[in-house]
């Protein structure tokens, strides 16, 4: 099992940057794929990134594609999301995921969850 806690969210106007931060817990840090996840007011929760067990395989929504950066620092168990050119439409809870299985950067069948954090662009 892993424990997540998302940090980093806040409130920014639109074209500025935001980094957040997800520590795991566990000792099996590199045998889970992580993802980022948001959730707007009144929208389904909709995939965001994702990266493999080792940190050589990303995949990204539409989207965010060209503007936001997953990565992961397995030594200090933490996986990010740099976020660049923020827009208002990426208002939203962000929640970090987890799940067995580190070849792939999974899309789905995430069932670890961080708590998430606030992220609101202003225009």
């Known amino acids: 099992q892993v424990q997540l806690g998302e940090s980093g969210g806040g409130l920014v106007q639109a074209g500025d940057s935001l980094r957040l931060s997800c520590a795991a817990s566990?000792?099996?840090?590199?045998?889970?794929?992580m993802a980022w996840f948001r959730q707007a007011p009144g929208k389904e929760r909709e995939f965001v990134a994702a990266i493999n067990g080792s940190g050589g395989g990303t995949r990204y929504s539409d989207s965010v594609k060209g503007r936001f950066t997953i990565s992961r620092d397995n030594a200090e168990n933490t996986v990010y999301l740099q976020m660049n050119s923020l827009k208002p439409e990426d208002t939203a809870v962000y929640y970090c995921a987890a799940r067995w299985g580190g070849v792939y950067a999974y899309t789905g069948g995430y069932n670890y969850w961080g708590q998430g954090t606030q992220v609101t662009v202003s225009s």
């Open positions: 566990g000792r099996t840090f590199t045998n889970y794929a």
